[in-house]
């Protein structure tokens, strides 16, 4: 059986034990609330990316700018370090 609180100590007083308790019971609620913001967090951030893409004859090509009212930032990285483009050239 799964036991939230540790049992009794022997030799241990009951205010003892109930400061144990109180503290154990913080521990998991706190834990709880912060799980179940993170949790939260992730579900309404999810849904808010946006993926687009363009392409010209068949090929994928960066997009540089986006027209938007909104002033946002995107950050990306050219993992091949610019070795797909000079292939494409050769």
Known sequence: MFRIFP???????????????????????????????????????????ITVSNSVDGRELPIYCVDTPEKKIALSFDAAWGNALLMEHR
């Not at 007083?13 to 709880?32: C, D, H, P, W």
Request: hydrophobic share 45%; no cysteine.
């Open 7 to 49: 049992p009794r100590q022997e030799g241990q007083s009951g205010e003892e034990y109930a400061r144990q308790k109180l503290i154990t019971g913080v521990r998991y609620g706190v834990f709880l609330l912060a799980a179940f913001a993170l949790l939260r967090g992730v579900l309404v951030t999810a849904g808010a990316g």
